[in-house]
């Protein structure tokens, strides 16, 4: 985990990690910090309080199901970003499939970024392991493997013909750009971008700052002609896990994905402030990566808290019932309710076959006072909206249950 000492201090010398490169045809191109350490002092002060946090919570206990939830969330936010259509759940049946026997385009590239996650994690967790070139061709071929593409070869660089111009952007986040068009220009960049990326760790220039520079600049290149975004989004997650940061790298899509226009829009103005002179061109990107930190690590710290909560639900239910203190009827509408994984208006419930088959031979009362005593033993809760809660959980709106309740 690097930390952070003295970021003022480390983002002091910018000359010395700016590198301006001359290329054969698109002109000169600049890889520069930009950033203000003053300002981004406090905000990297505050990720880290956030993952000590988060670090410090029941991981080991819920580390497969966590693991199982962010990739298949991060790789619906990812392939969301760039036109998805599988949504979340979709996507986390796609994953348990047969990579093998997966056909579908749509489903491809979900596959396919599982494989490029894989490459990444194990990357990542390789003690001394550095950025280079033979690690973005990698992902990269991982990501477009199998996928229709005209001129897009999995893991080569762009080098595009005469009469194909390659833009980037959109009128909507700030105009489109034309990135290097041909594919010495782009060998020479990505090669300068991996070196300027070890100069900046040799100056110990923390993760939170070179990841999203990193994911900024490589964006500009654009050096393939497909998956450049998801390509990048993975070098950037890469970055920040070989750091020592988890699960949150990967889960950060996400919170690009909820932000898409400001994520879109900081890529064009970044590169206009550069262009115009402007002071701390990077500084609205990076600050908008480390916000995303902050609050993708928050959130995964209240999921495991969530999860850690579940179970134990799940156990004291079944003690419950193994104790006689609640009866199968009660066991089975709170396990239907604990798999749910929210709220379960009265209305609808009554209308479920399985809870209907619970009273079949009996009345009324009897089905009041289960629910009575569920409440009575905080095992579930009824809120104002008469939507039935796992006890584990508490509204913020509790209302006693009636007698005509149930």
Known sequence: ???????????????????????????????????????????????????????????????????????????????????????????????????????????LRAVNLKAAYDVAQQA???????????????????????????????????????????HVGSPAHGGRYQPPQHGHDIETLMQALVSWHQGLEERQIPALIRAPLVHLYYELIHPFWDGNGRVGRVIEATLLQSAGYRYAPFALARYYLQNIDSYFTLFNSSRKAAENGQDWPNRGFVEFHIEGMRQTINGLHDRVNQIVGMLLYESSIRRALDERRINARQYTILSMLLARGRPWPLAELRLMPWYASLYLKLNDKTRVRDLHRLRDLELAWLDTDDALWPGFVQPSTIKPLSKKGG
């Open 1 to 107: 985990m690097d930390i952070l000492l003295d970021i003022e201090n480390a983002l002091s010398s910018l000359s010395e990690v700016e590198m301006r490169i001359e290329t054969r045809r698109f002109g000169p191109f600049t890889f520069r910090l930009d950033v203000d350490g003053t300002v981004l002092a406090p905000l990297y002060q505050r990720v880290l309080d956030a993952h000590e946090r988060f670090n410090a919570s029941p991981l080991s206990q819920v580390a497969r199901q966590l693991e199982r939830e962010v990739v298949a969330s991060s790789i619906f936010g990812t392939n969301s970003i760039e036109g998805g259509t599988l949504t979340e759940e979709e996507t986390q049946m796609v994953l348990e499939l047969d990579p093998t026997q997966v056909q579908e385009e749509e489903q």
């Open 124 to 166: 990542a967790t390789t003690s001394g392991w550095q950025l280079d070139i033979p690690f973005i061709q990698e992902v990269h071929a991982a990501i477009t493997q199998r996928l229709t593409h005209a001129y897009n070869q999995p893991g080569v660089f762009r080098d595009n013909p005469k009469a194909i111009k390659t």
